[in-house]
């Protein structure tokens, strides 16, 4: 697909609806730069110089959540296949790579986490409507969420059994939330955080009825 075209015309309007006609494209859709504004010869005919313009599609947030993840692979010779997914207030990116990809999601997912930060801050960079950023590298974070639900349910038999509460390791609010909603319907369970970021701990307890 073209991006950008530039186009020649007796005037600019006629330049910029050229271009558009190429790009099958409404004027809503992209930016305008005019590179010449052309010029009458002499006596008004005689080496006229056309105007000329590139018109060129607007970039989306999804365009540069793309480029800004393909640069960060790129730039650490790690290959990449970067499928992104918009919704309206979402912008979802499923990575997938060579096998150095695993540094981009690190311990507990804590480098994940990170460039999630930065890729959000990209593309949210100078625009007032907000979009969240989420991304999932191999699928970490579906397997994470796998995990934590087995252990949560494991842990709160356990906390059934010997009505003694059990502190989980510290773990992101993401993850802490996981386990919030895993036991938020089983009966005689509560759940809660206690300690301070990036301490913080989620506590299951046992509550009578």
């Keep these: 697909?073209?991006?950008s075209v530039e186009k020649t015309g007796k005037t600019v309007p006629e330049a910029i609806e050229l271009a558009l006609q190429e790009l099958e494209a409404?004027?809503?859709?992209?930016?305008?730069?005019?590179?010449d504004e052309g010029?009458?010869?002499?006596?008004?005919?005689?080496?006229?110089?056309?105007c000329k313009v590139r018109v060129s599609y607007k970039e989306t947030k999804a365009d540069i959540l793309y480029c800004f993840l393909r640069d960060v692979f790129e730039k650490?010779?790690?290959i990449a296949e970067i499928n992104i997914d918009e919704t309206e207030d979402e912008l979802r990116a499923d990575v997938k790579g060579d096998k150095n990809i695993g540094m981009f999601i690190g311990r507990r997912g804590e480098s994940m986490d990170a460039l999630q930060y930065l890729a959000g801050l990209a593309v949210?960079?100078?625009?007032?409507?907000?979009?969240k950023v989420n991304l999932d590298i191999e699928n970490y974070r579906k397997k994470r969420e796998e995990t934590l639900n087995l252990l949560a349910q494991k842990l709160a038999n356990k906390v059934l059994k010997s009505r003694?509460?059990?502190?989980?390791?510290?773990?992101n609010p993401y993850?802490?939330?996981l386990i919030h909603v895993a036991l938020q319907e089983v009966k005689n369970i509560k759940t809660y955080s206690m300690g301070e970021e990036?301490?913080?701990?989620?506590?299951i307890a046992y509550e009578r009825d």
């Design 164 to 171: 003694r509460n059990v502190t989980l390791e510290p773990m």
């Design 198 to 203: 990036p301490h913080r701990k989620v506590i």
């Design 76 to 78: 650490s010779d790690v």
């Design 175 to 177: 993850e802490r939330r």
């Design 1 to 3: 697909m073209v991006n």
């Design 26 to 35: 409404d004027k809503s859709d992209v930016t305008i730069e005019v590179l």
């Design 39 to 50: 010029s009458k010869g002499l006596l008004g005919f005689i080496g006229n110089k056309l």
């Design 124 to 131: 949210n960079k100078g625009n007032e409507d907000y979009k």
